[in-house]
T-cell receptor
Framework: DTGVSQNPRHKITKRGQNVTFRCDPI?????LYWYRQTLGQGPEFLTY????????KSRLLSDRFSAERPKGSFSTLEIQRTEQGDSAMYLC??????????FGPGTRLTVT | ELKVEQNPLFLSMQEGKNYTIYCNYS?????LYWYRQDPGKSLESLFV?????AVKQEGRLMASLDTKARLSTLHITAAVHDLSATYFC???????????FGSGTRLLVRP
């Protein structure tokens, strides 16, 4: 399967711990996006990369959040000092051009 | 700030019936997407609409875009149980690559 992959699929952590998620985009896609989805809502944009450059960040992305895409391939999203409000599904998407974004299966984060 | 509103938010319909989901957005955009999401799953791309008057059909689903009215519709024809899912519309902002999603329409097709 050559779709977008994300790891881990589920993460349970205690408040105050740091967590890191990984996203592997479709291999030829140069654009990569992170979204967050809470129960009953649509995904909310967090950040966007074109190749290795992080070009846009949402105001939702507080100082505790950091994302990287070294070498323009996979990406990581780290949340430091997690809070219960961080509990959500974190979705990664990739695209080749401007138009269609393909989503991965997501990482469900639960902060206890 | 771009806002995207879907209605209805919840739709229960009988198999065999027709219905339309509406997606309104607040500022100019020429990119409109429809996605499907099953419970606990990620988003599956259904349609990408890129110009005024665009119409696309796949099986029992047909999507259209009116950029002047800032409105897209997703029409369901002769619904079947397998269509039960949450449907999201999303709008691409002209100056950005991010998508702004609506709250979703949860569709339940009853026998």
């Amino acid at each position: 399967d050559t779709g977008v992959s994300q790891n881990p699929r589920h993460k349970i952590t205690k408040r105050g711990q740091n967590v890191t998620f990984r996203c592997d985009p479709i291999s030829e896609h140069n654009r990569l996006y992170w979204y967050r989805q809470t129960l009953g809502q649509g995904p909310e944009f967090l950040t966007y990369f074109q190749n290795e450059a992080q070009l846009e960040k949402s105001r939702l992305l507080s100082d505790r959040f950091s994302a990287e895409r070294p070498k323009g391939s996979f990406s990581t999203l780290e949340i430091q000092r997690t809070e219960q409000g961080d509990s959500a599904m974190y979705l990664c998407a990739s695209s080749l051009e401007l138009y269609e974004q393909y989503f991965g299966p997501g990482t469900r984060l639960t902060v206890t | 700030e771009l806002k995207v509103e879907q209605n209805p938010l919840f739709l229960s319909m009988q198999e065999g019936k027709n219905y339309t989901i509406y997606c309104n957005y607040s500022t100019t955009s020429d990119r409109l997407y429809w996605y499907r999401q099953d419970p606990g799953k990620s988003l599956e791309s259904l349609f990408v609409l890129l110009s005024n008057g665009a119409v696309k059909q796949e099986g029992r689903l047909m999507a259209s875009l009116d950029t002047k009215a800032r409105l897209s519709t997703l029409h369901i024809t002769a619904a079947v149980h397998d269509l039960s899912a949450t449907y999201f519309c999303a709008v691409g902002m002209d100056s950005s690559y991010k998508l702004i999603f609506g709250s979703g329409t949860r569709l339940l097709v009853r026998p």
